[in-house]
């Protein structure tokens, strides 16, 4: 079989897969007969509506020289990790907003950090194709550094995204620009299972970002520069459980519902996505035309404790609250007095969800709580 | 305790007198008043009548005069209480009285308070007889209504007479409520009425004598207060007068009645103040204790909160004042205003601070408390020639080129023109920076003088006047003088100038004698906007020329990986440590390895085709091919003995197998006397003269195999145990640095670079850190998100190799592609990369020592982009090596360095520098990154080139532009 009847039967190939896939789109949408949005009107739902004082900035955390790149939160207990260009991580105790461990990393360029299930090591990756776990016990040596306990290298590319499998303190996903995701052993600081990759039906471009399902933590998600987001379940590495098609950029962050039967998506679009895991459908699309037509991509996305709000950072520092159910911005924590000064990078919500944190590339980062009265929802 | 009072405070302000109290259920005691017992009252002994003569005497006067309402009262507030509007039969000497008064008629309550505030500094005898007298009014509650009433009135109050007299009430409550605590031994007999006996100890204290102030704090911290709040007028005198207490709310209050039109801006801020003034620590530790331990004495170390001055020991310091985002505060006092006493000391950092935080925490904090928003001096507190600053205006005062020294809260008077600069009724205290446009217009007895000699329309003080007599100013007949920055004069309304003031040494030290300004040296007559700029800029700039990244990137192959070891190599002590050339030893062994596979995979080729060719010859010459057979055994140039032919066998399947690199290095030891042997026979030794036939054998494997004579392989050097690669080993070696993501190194230009360049010899340009980061390209994909990380680098540095025009590589989707078209898309993704917008662009043109050399064997055409190459070449080439006729390798390079500035200048519109550069030639990397320096500096300078110049510069420099 000469060359060129192999490129033309590739050709053929990519044909047919594109004509299914729109035969699919089309199905799917004969299919859907509503959104989540239009349901929760019909049903007579009503907005979620945020006064001014609701959602108020109680702490700022000072201490990065560097822009925010990623945050996480302690599962049990109220400490943050962050990650900057500074090339630090910091540790805080986000009540008394107090340093509680600053980690000098080798490389600078880190782009996420997760915290471990049990709160007694951090991970951390970035430009370096590494993943680097340290343990906040460990004695710190003469300069004061704490030591890596433990380097997880074999990614070909640079490490986007990690995340802890739930109450796991020795397994880790991380997600990477060699179009991978990788489940590891820390332990033995092997891969335990490689997503995707090169004859294997993964991701076609970098893979930007990961996350677990609380509620069974066999099944992830991840998200990609092939503008897709794919389900895996970590016992079958050869191929997605499912892809999710309709983002029309690339998928920066995705994120599990509290329900763990939807996931969000949010994307170089400008739109963050609801999907469904079990349909393949999706639920709904959170996107407001912008004022002065800039093109702003979603950062960073949380569901609140209920799903109820979707907290979405933006590139160009606004950081909305969604009302999941009607789909309609409740308050914009972007264009309140004491907001970030740049982009937001980063957000995650404290286990209890009392508390919202945001980074920034305007080296801060922010912890906003419920004012007043109100209940955490 | 002060925290109670404080809510107090805070309550009082949200009930409006007149309404009845409707809010959540108060947790706490209300403050009750218990009815008074008349004796145990501290009566306040009476005072000798001379200190009050004088005080007295003349500040009340004035503002009863000036308004209209009640402008008839004697400060006596029996008149006061007649003239009032309500007439009510309470006594006249009682001032509670008139606050019951005051929750009947609202309107009224100015007048109560005026009289109230006159009252507390005039008659303390009387103050005691209301006390007595409202006892059978037995309204206590509305007592205490009536008091807080005075409060929320302040605030509420929008009447210019009432605002003013809002804030002489202000300050007296305010004081009463701090005092309260503090003067327990007061209060001790109505402690249960907070106010009111806070109220009464106010008015104690100004009956108490002298010998109280000193001790009691509590007449200190009113003193401090109604310093705040008057302190537009009052801030200077306070500090230096405050052994007068009785005499700061009199004066306060003649100030604000002698302007009346600033009373509402006044009365709005005040307000903050009563907020600030209260700001203490929560709690009282015993003296010396840290605030939050309340452990440690005096001499243990504390760093002190700039808000509340409470102090906490080391072990608290981090807890109690968290990530410090404001600097020193505690969490609590966050947002607040500093403490004025304590500016001296913001930004500067104590010794526990930099052993508890690292270096760049402690810059951090030092730099946000200096310079976040509410520690700065509040503009409005300073008051230039009678008008309170903007917030502009405070900050062109301090950042001009010669600001005044210790800006405190003040009035101050500034003469535009001569730049003096004095405390209000003062002499000039210092010559600063003239022309600034603050405050308002200078008047004429902003000093004080009484002199009748003028400077710049303001009446001089005697010391000017006998230093412009002894310094030979004529100064008979009252002149008017107009002086400038530089010390001349002219009389008013004449042109010559007269003389300088300052022209002769002997004046300035007259003046120093004097203690008057001179002008410093710094100033200078022009030019002044443009020096203030450069002050105000210099900081940051410094910071940010800390450590200049340079972005090196190329795609694969390019070199960058050379030019990033020759940078190691240049400009590192130890370019390798240790562990490096361990692994790099490793490396350069297993690649000799897979050299020799190649080679005798190779053989084994030629192997094949010599026997196919000899059996060719053998079958045209069937007779002889028996012979040959069993005599020879197939033996042709390229066989090897069987020993050596198992080694080869095992290499190959290993390398085929893909674990060479797994097994190799290891097993050198054993192996190693077989490379030997092998290179030195024939067979080998003749395929390796074939080499060229072998596609993948990279170039640089002959700098492995061989050194110098064939005879003894550098291969065999290599692959001993004891084996240290020498730095050019390294440089040659390929994949020695990480395999993926990035590599940096920090440098700096060594300082004997300065010798040969004169026109950068800058001295602190040798302490300028550079950052050499290499970005490998694999893994670039689409869209670089992750370019942004780089947006600070000062320059990228693009690499391409000369020599790719002719190759050809497989990109992402499988198609074979000239390597300069790859190239050449890879710039395009990386130039217009939104995070490389405003970065300037090097492009390194590698190689260029091979192109030389392919140039002339492959047309340049070979590559699309560059099939419209005609080189115009000298006819007589054979003497090439004239100066004056390029070479083929020269043209070439000219022709793709304009290549590719097109291709620049139309994707971006800029400008690209352009070098080639020999990446094996340490010389030449060289060169190249301090070509990259000179960009930068260029860049800083830019400005500061008028347009001409400086493309003449570039143009040259960047060597062909065309």
């Not at chain 2, 300052?502 to 030290?509: D, M, R, S, V």
């Not at chain 2, 200049?548 to 400009?571: E, H, N």
């Not at chain 2, 942004?788 to 990109?811: G, H, K, P, T």
């Not at chain 2, 960009?935 to 532009?961: H, M, Q």
């Amino acid at each position: 079989m000469s060359v060129a009847e192999l490129k033309e039967r590739h050709m053929a190939a990519t044909e047919t897969v594109n004509t299914l896939r729109d035969r699919l789109k089309q199905k799917r949408l004969l299919l859907l007969d509503t959104d989540v949005a239009g349901y929760a009107r019909s049903q007579g739902k009503t907005p979620v509506t945020f006064g001014p004082t609701d959602l108020v900035c109680c702490r700022t955390l000072q201490g990065h020289t560097g822009k925010v790149y990623s945050l996480d939160w302690t599962p049990e207990k109220n400490r943050i990790v962050s990650a900057s260009q500074d090339g630090r991580l910091i540790v805080w105790n986000a009540l008394t907003s107090q340093k509680t461990h600053a980690i000098k990393l080798p490389c600078a360029w880190v782009m996420t950090c997760a915290f471990s299930p049990s709160g007694q090591s951090v991970a951390c990756g970035g430009l370096d194709s590494m993943c680097s776990i340290f343990n906040l016990n460990s004695p710190t040596d003469k300069d004061g550094n704490l030591p890596v306990s433990r380097m997880l290298s074999g990614h070909k590319g640079y490490v986007s995204s990690c995340q802890y499998v739930p109450d796991e303190d020795t397994h880790l996903i991380t997600a990477s620009g060699d179009q991978t995701c990788v489940l590891w052993d820390i332990t033995t600081g092997l891969r335990t299972s490689v997503f995707g990759g090169e004859f294997q039906s993964g991701h076609t471009a970098d893979v930007l970002s990961v996350s677990i399902n609380g509620s069974n933590s066999r099944m992830f998600v991840s998200g990609s520069c092939d503008s897709t987001a794919r389900l895996w379940d970590t016992r079958v590495a050869s191929r997605a459980v499912r892809t999710f098609h309709g983002h029309e950029g690339d998928v920066n962050t995705v994120k599990f519902f509290p329900d763990g039967n939807r996931f969000g998506t949010g994307s170089d679009d400008g739109t963050c996505r609801l999907f469904d895991i079990r349909t393949g459908h999706q639920l709904q699309e959170y996107s407001q035309p912008n004022s002065d037509n800039e093109v702003r991509h979603v950062t960073s996305i949380a569901f609140s404790v209920s799903g109820r709000l979707l907290f979405a950072g933006y590139t160009n520092g606004d950081c909305y609250v969604w009302d999941t159910l009607l789909a309609q911005v409740v308050l914009n924590l972007g264009s309140l007095q004491n907001s970030h000064d740049g982009r937001i990078s980063c957000l995650g919500l404290s286990a209890d969800g009392s508390a919202l944190c945001t980074g920034s590339w305007d080296t801060n980062l922010k912890i906003w709580a419920f004012g007043g009265y109100r209940k955490v929802i | 305790m002060s925290l109670e009072v404080a809510t107090v405070v805070e309550d009082a302000v949200e009930y409006s007198f007149a309404m009845e109290y409707h809010g959540p259920p108060i947790t706490r005691e209300l403050p009750r008043a218990v009815p008074i017992n008349v004796d145990r009252i501290p009566v306040a002994a009476v005072v000798s009548p001379t200190p009050f003569s004088d005080n007295l005497s003349l500040p009340i006067v004035q503002p009863i005069s000036a308004t209209d309402i009640i402008s008839k009262k004697l400060p006596k507030d029996l008149k006061l209480s007649s003239s009032s509007a309500e007439l009510l039969t309470v006594s006249p000497t009682s001032v509670i009285a008139f606050d019951l008064r005051n929750n009947e008629v609202s309107e009224g309550s100015y007048s109560k308070e005026l009289g109230l505030g006159t009252e507390t500094s005039v008659s303390p005898s009387s103050v005691n007889n209301s006390l007595g007298e409202r006892e059978p009014e037995s309204c206590l509650n509305n007592d205490i209504c009536a008091l807080s009433g005075e409060l929320s009135s302040d605030f509420e109050c929008c009447n210019p007479n009432g605002g003013f007299v809002g804030r002489v009430e202000s300050s007296g409550a305010l004081g009463s409520s701090d005092s309260f605590e503090k003067s327990r031994e007061f209060s001790g007999s109505l402690s249960k009425s907070r106010l009111s006996s806070g109220f009464k100890e106010s008015i104690d204290f100004n009956e108490s004598n002298r010998t109280d102030w000193e001790s009691n704090e509590s007449v200190l911290s009113v003193d401090y207060l109604s310093s705040r709040v008057s302190s537009r007028k009052f801030g200077d005198g306070n500090h230096e007068s405050n052994c007068d207490v009785r005499r700061a709310p009199v004066v306060t209050f003649c100030d604000i009645e002698s302007d009346d039109e600033n009373i509402n801006e006044e009365f709005s801020r005040s307000e903050p103040e009563v907020v600030r003034a209260k700001k203490e620590p929560a709690i009282k530790v015993r003296k010396g204790a840290c605030y939050r331990c309340l452990k440690g004495n005096r001499f243990t170390e504390k760093e002190v909160c700039m808000v509340c001055d409470a102090k906490y020991c080391t072990n608290c310091v981090l807890r109690a004042m968290g990530s410090m985002p404001e600097g020193r505060k505690c969490v609590t006092c966050i947002g607040f205003p500093i403490d004025e006493s304590k500016r001296a000391y913001l930004g500067k950092c104590s010794r526990m601070l930099k052993r508890l935080l690292n270096d760049l925490e402690v810059r951090q904090i030092m730099k946000a408390e200096k310079l976040c928003e509410v520690n700065q001096l509040p503009p409005e507190y300073i008051c230039v020639n009678g008008r309170p600053l903007y917030h502009e205006e405070l900050i062109m005062l301090q950042s001009c080129s010669n600001p005044p020294k210790k800006l405190k809260p003040g009035n101050y008077w500034y003469d535009k023109v001569s730049g003096l600069w004095g405390k209000e009724g003062q002499k000039p205290s210092q010559i600063i920076s003239p022309h600034l446009n603050v405050g308002g217009p200078i008047k004429a007895d902003a000093s004080n003088g009484n002199t009748q000699v003028y400077i710049n329309g303001r009446e001089i003080t005697k010391v000017e006047l006998r230093m412009l007599k002894l310094a030979g100013v004529q100064c008979a007949g009252n002149p008017h003088f107009w002086v400038n920055e530089d010390g001349s004069y002219q009389e008013e309304g004449q042109k010559n100038t007269k003389g300088y003031i300052w022209g002769k040494a002997g004046t300035k030290l007259l003046c120093a004698v004097l203690s008057l300004p001179v002008p410093s040296k710094s100033s200078y007559p022009s030019g002044e906007q443009a020096t203030s700029m450069n002050n105000w800029s210099r900081p940051d700039y410094g910071e940010q020329r800390a450590i200049q990244k340079l972005l090196l990137i190329g795609y694969s192959g390019s070199g960058t990986s050379t030019i990033f070891k020759q940078a190691r190599i240049l400009y590192k002590d130890t370019p390798f440590s240790e562990d490096e050339c361990e692994h790099i030893k490793l490396v350069i062994q297993s690649h000799v390895y897979s050299y020799i596979g190649i080679l005798l995979e190779g053989r084994e080729r030629f192997e094949e085709e010599s026997l196919n060719e000899l059996r060719q010859n053998q079958s045209c010459d069937g007779s002889t091919l028996a012979e040959h057979l069993e005599g020879n055994g197939e033996e042709t140039l390229y066989s090897i003995c069987p020993r050596l032919k198992a080694f080869s066998d095992w290499l190959l399947k290993i390398m085929a197998s893909g674990t060479l690199e797994a097994i190799f290095p290891a097993a050198s030891r054993e192996y190693a006397p077989l490379v030997e042997e092998l290179w030195s026979s024939a067979a080998f030794q003749a395929t390796y003269k074939r080499r060229s036939e072998l596609e993948t054998l990279p170039s640089v494997a002959s700098y492995f195999l061989e050194q110098g004579d064939l005879e003894t392989s550098k291969a065999v050097e290599i692959l001993k145990p004891d084996y240290k690669p020498s730095d050019v080993d390294i440089l040659y070696a390929e994949h020695v640095t990480s395999p993926n993501g990035l590599s940096c190194v920090d440098f700096s230009f060594p300082e004997s670079a300065y010798d040969d360049d004169a026109d950068s010899g800058d001295l602190h340009d040798s302490l300028l850190r550079y950052q050499l980061i290499r970005l490998q390209a694999k893994g670039f994909g689409e869209n670089c998100k992750w370019l942004e990380m780089f947006e600070d680098a000062r320059i990228v540095i693009f690499c391409v190799s000369l020599n790719d025009y002719d190759q050809f590589a497989v990109d992402g989707d499988g198609n074979l592609l000239n390597k300069m078209m790859l190239s050449k898309k890879f710039f395009e993704n990386m130039v217009t990369h939104p995070t490389f917008d405003q970065i300037d662009f090097l492009l390194l043109l590698n190689k260029f020592d091979s192109f030389e050399e392919k140039i002339e064997q492959v047309p340049l055409s070979k590559c699309d982009w560059f099939d419209d190459f005609h080189p115009v070449m000298s006819r007589n080439r054979s003497n090439s090596n004239n100066a004056n006729h390029p070479t083929m390798g020269q043209l070439g390079f000219h022709y793709i360095a304009v290549k590719f500035k097109r291709l620049f200048s139309a994707l971006t519109g800029r400008k690209l520098y352009v070098s080639l550069l020999k990446g094996l030639e340490p010389n030449s990397v060289d060169a190249a990154l301090k070509y990259a320096r000179e960009i930068l500096n260029w860049d800083e300078e830019r400005p500061n080139f008028s347009l001409s110049e400086y493309s003449v510069y570039s143009t040259e420099a960047s060597s062909f532009s065309h």
